[in-house]
Each structure stands twice: as structure tokens, then as C-alpha cells.
Nanobody
Framework: VQLQASGGGLVQAGGSLRLSCVAT????????MGWFRQAPGKEREFVAT????????FYQDSVKGRFTVSRDNAKTTVYLQMNSLKPEDTATYFC??????????????????WGQGTQVTVSS
């Protein structure tokens, strides 16, 4: 399976972006998916995750109420809607797949397939 993320860009503080991550392969609906981000000089950090059916979602505290993760299994795509963006949201955003059956995985080491990343820059 391969993951292709897109949708990043430059936006002013308070603006919105929607990231997409398209997966190849027929097993997309069998796995939970996650979004992570990494700013220059910082470690990769968890942003959000969604279970295989899309019924359960989990978020980092700093994005709760602003970001929404969703998925369309028919399109093998996971989304990250980002509203009320802040300069501290600036990072490269990655989508990833986990084989962990229990939903809510937050550690990058639990994810085995990663997309290439898409840059999000929020200006003040």
C-alpha cells in the first residue's frame, strides 16, 4: 500500500485547509489511519486518528475543536479538515496507517506505512 498526501499550502491565521490522503490497495477499510505533523527541529507529533469504520476519532488536545479527521472508505481517502489555523500549526503533515487493532494509537512507532508529507504554513 502507498499513501499520497495533498492539500497543504500557505494560509493566514484563522484560515482553513483540508488535507487529503489517498491510499492505494484494497485493504484501506481494514485499518485505522492517523495524521501526524513535524515542525523544523521538532519531533514528529500525533495530530489525530480515526478507526477503520470512521466511527471513532481521537485528537491531540491542541487541535480539538479546530481539526476534524474523517474518511471515505469507498474512495480510500482520509481527510483532515483544519479550521482556525494558528502559526503554531505550521509543519509538514503526514498521514499514516496502523495495523494496531485497538483504535486511538498516538505513537508514531505504531504506524507502519507513511505518506510523503504535505507542508502547511500559517502566517500571523
Amino acid at each position: 500500500v502507498q499513501l499520497q498526501a495533498s492539500g497543504g499550502g500557505l494560509v493566514q491565521a484563522g484560515g482553513s485547509l483540508r488535507l487529503s490522503c489517498v491510499a492505494t490497495g484494497r485493504t484501506f477499510s481494514s485499518y485505522s489511519m492517523g495524521w501526524f505533523r513535524q515542525a523544523p527541529g521538532k519531533e514528529r507529533e500525533f495530530v489525530a486518528t480515526i478507526d477503520k469504520s470512521g466511527d471513532r476519532t481521537f485528537y491531540q488536545d491542541s487541535v480539538k475543536g479546530r481539526f476534524t479527521v474523517s474518511r471515505d472508505n469507498a474512495k480510500t481517502t482520509v481527510y483532515l479538515q483544519m479550521n482556525s489555523l494558528k502559526p503554531e500549526d505550521t509543519a509538514t503533515y503526514f498521514c499514516a496507517r496502523t495495523r494496531r487493532t485497538l483504535p486511538g494509537a498516538r505513537e508514531p512507532g505504531l504506524y507502519d506505512v507513511w505518506g510523503q508529507g504535505t507542508q502547511v504554513t500559517v502566517s500571523s
